[in-house]
Nanobody, 117 residues
Framework: QVQLVESGGGLVQAGESLTLSCTAP????????VGWFRQPPGKQRELIAH???????IYDDSVRGRFTISRENAKNTVYLHMSSLKPEDTGIYYC???????????WGQGTQVTVSS
């Protein structure tokens, strides 16, 4: 089954930055709507940012102004640069292609982000 691969998570202190990567396998065109999701401990997965086929970037209120989504077509990769991290940003981060705003493929392993206060 097709899965995107997330990486770049880690343990950081509040106020620090991290950049996550989401790489699609060969044959999967990432020049489409791609979303980053966050699943806090004990909570459901939520869409926090997505980039459209034409490059429009949409953010959830909880991350707007602190997180930036971008795409590097040549590497078939979408990034999430996270700055001014807060403890409430802690969770597992996933990415997926979106079709009519629904996840297109099976979920990958995700990457853990832990922000200490």
């Amino acid at each position: 089954q097709v899965q995107l691969v997330e990486s770049g998570g880690g343990l950081v202190q509040a106020g620090e930055s991290l950049t996550l990567s989401c790489t699609a396998p060969a044959g999967v065109n990432i020049v489409t709507t791609v979303g980053w999701f966050r699943q806090p401990p004990g909570k459901q997965r939520e869409l926090i940012a997505h980039i459209t086929r034409v490059g429009s970037k949409i953010y959830d209120d909880s991350v707007r102004g602190r997180f930036t989504i971008s795409r590097e077509n040549a590497k078939n990769t979408v990034y999430l640069h996270m700055s001014s991290l807060k403890p409430e940003d802690t969770g597992i981060y996933y990415c997926n292609l979106l079709y009519t705003m629904e996840p297109r493929y099976a979920w990958g392993q995700g990457t853990q982000v832990t922000v200490s206060s």
